[in-house]
């Protein structure tokens, strides 16, 4: 079945720091690949999406590019603030049903 | 503007008791979706709705049944509860078109004592 496996956390990074956040998925068709952020105490956001090879999704400085020879879509971020603390999600949906989710990764950005 | 509301946003019940979560969206989305999470295991598909009036198995069903009577409200029921199932709990709804990705409400915690 189709699933993401994500980096295990946390991650702590310094203010203006740069940021990585590995995921990698398994599909038998041709998903599209997308990024959600959940801040404390609320529900998940879509941050950015890709929805074919080699596609870059790109929001508020986050970057992920579709790699399909790799099966990846890793979260970039050329420098992090203390805001972007906050679990990020990699997901997955290829019958446009349902979306699934790798485990999240916990961010702490400090000053 | 409210998205999407669940109520309620807390709850403790004791191992047998039953309880229904309410979601309920005010953007006319036809698909709708419950997800449990829990630590280390990301967010997990109960069931979901592409519709009124019909539901659908996720990835961990089992314990748990759902309703559609109308459009803009998804029920999760848990006619027994058991302490596995003490977990957050997120409803999501989105419109036809998928890439605009889910919208999520704010979660209930459930603790199964």
């Known amino acids: 079945g189709n699933s993401v496996t994500q980096m295990e956390g946390p991650v702590t990074l310094s203010e203006e720091a740069f940021l990585t956040i590995n995921c990698t998925y398994t599909?038998?068709?041709?998903?599209?690949l997308f990024w959600y952020v959940q801040y404390p105490g609320e529900g998940l956001q879509l941050l950015l999406k890709a929805t074919k090879a080699d596609d870059k999704g790109s929001n508020k400085g986050f970057e992920a590019t579709y790699r399909k020879e790799t099966t990846s879509f890793h979260l970039e971020k050329g420098s992090v603030q203390v805001s972007d603390s906050a679990v990020y999600f990699c997901?997955?949906?290829?019958?446009?049903?349902?979306?699934?989710f790798g485990a999240g990764t916990r961010l702490t950005v400090k000053p | 503007n409210a998205g999407v509301t669940q109520t309620p946003k807390f709850r403790v019940l004791k191992t047998g008791q039953s309880m229904t979560l309410l979601c309920a969206q005010d953007?006319?989305?036809?698909?709708m979706y419950w997800y449990r999470q829990d630590p280390g295991m990301g967010l997990r598909l109960i069931h979901y709705s592409v519709g009124e009036g019909t539901t659908a198995k996720g990835e961990v069903p089992d314990g748990y049944n759902v309703s559609r009577l109308k459009k803009q409200n998804f029920l999760l029921g848990l006619e027994s509860a058991a302490p596995s199932q003490t977990s957050v709990y997120f409803c999501a709804s989105r419109p036809t078109y998928y890439l605009q990705g889910l919208f999520f409400g704010s979660g209930t915690r459930l603790t199964v004592v």
């Open positions: 599909a038998t068709g041709y998903p599209s």
């Open positions: 997901a997955l949906t290829d019958n446009n049903n349902d979306m699934r």
């Open positions: 953007m006319n989305h036809e698909y």
